[in-house]
């Protein structure tokens, strides 16, 4: 958000943050209701078939936005064989769906119970295990999980989504990775 609003000349103090689900984006922009928001497919073309217009996409800032799994502590002590065989599961599939995108749509269209023609890559990087042992360095840019971890704790600190700065290196785990 903070990168989008800059992009454009403005600030958190230019805007009033409206919590509302993906899926009604679109028919909160055409109501009115809302001016502009933050969304993801198929909702983005839902919106556009309606006459919204894109201001700005994450292809603009590669790693700014990453999809992360996330487990409360107890589960991680107490099933960390259980987690260490899921992330080997997922970078399987992700590999499959890259090798074999027209059925891995068919998959998750199924999966999400939508239409497969509604289901796609593209505009997508899907990261696999190197990518992910990548993303798991430090670094001073959205290359690292890490500074992006950070990003994030900054905006949700200043909208006041976070009432305390937790510690990003005590709440990532890379060790699924090796």
Do not use: C
Request: net charge positive; glycine share 8%.
């Amino acid at each position: 958000m903070l990168t989008v609003l800059k992009s454009h000349g403005l600030s958190m103090a230019d805007i009033r943050l409206v919590h509302t689900d993906a899926a009604e984006l679109p028919a909160k922009l055409k109501s009115g209701e809302v001016d502009a928001g933050h969304t993801w497919e198929p909702f983005v073309t839902q919106a556009q078939d309606e006459g919204a217009r894109v201001l700005f996409t994450s292809a603009a800032t590669p790693g700014l936005i990453q999809a992360v799994v996330a487990v409360r502590g107890e589960v991680l002590r107490e099933r960390a064989k259980a987690l260490g065989a899921f992330v080997k599961g997922w970078f399987k599939a992700v590999d499959y769906w890259k090798a074999h995108p027209d059925h891995g749509n068919t998959l998750a269209a199924r999966v999400l119970k939508v239409g497969p023609n509604t289901i796609s890559l593209e505009g997508i990087r899907l990261t696999n295990l190197q990518d992910n042992i990548q993303l798991f360095k430090a670094g001073e840019t959205t290359r690292s999980t890490y500074y992006t971890a950070r990003l994030y704790v900054d905006f949700f600190l200043g909208s006041g989504g976070l009432t305390r700065k937790p510690e990003v290196e005590q709440i990532l785990e890379p060790r699924f990775l090796n």
